[in-house]
């Protein structure tokens, strides 16, 4: 199964900004809407924020709304994540993931093709 690719993960201070982006290999990744999902350990995956296949349609976590922006690049394969203003409380491992299911936005098990994740650490 062929995974999707972050990148853009670090370290960074409180009130700082990175830019993760989410590739893959797939011709038909475009075609499908594709959400980020944060964890920590002990704790569920969490949703953050999801993008339909031709970007019209963007939603986000109450936690990250008007912090975090997601976009696409359907001619790159590519959605990014744009985060503002970050908060020691949003240090996660972030994955994207792309939709095969036709259940909520924010169920983690509507989602495949899962990858490694990339690891956002904030300090004060």
């Known amino acids: 199964q062929v995974q999707l690719i972050e990148s853009g993960g670090g370290v960074v201070h409180s009130g700082d900004s990175l830019r993760l982006s989410c590739a893959s290999p797939r011709r038909s990744f475009p075609l499908h809407t594709v959400a980020w999902f944060r964890q920590v350990p002990g704790k569920d995956r969490e949703f953050v924020a999801s993008?339909?296949?031709?970007?019209?349609?963007?939603d986000y976590a109450a936690s990250v709304k008007g912090r975090f922006a997601i976009d696409r690049d359907n001619a790159q394969n590519t959605v990014y994540l744009q985060m503002n203003s970050l908060r020691n409380e949003d240090t996660a491992l972030y994955y994207c993931?792309?939709?095969?299911?036709?259940?909520?936005?924010?169920?983690?098990?509507?989602?495949?093709?899962w990858g490694q994740g990339t690891q956002v650490t904030v300090s004060s």
């Open positions: 993008i339909s296949r031709a970007g019209g349609a963007k």
């Open positions: 993931a792309q939709k095969v299911g036709v259940g909520p936005l924010f169920r983690a098990t509507e989602y495949d093709h």
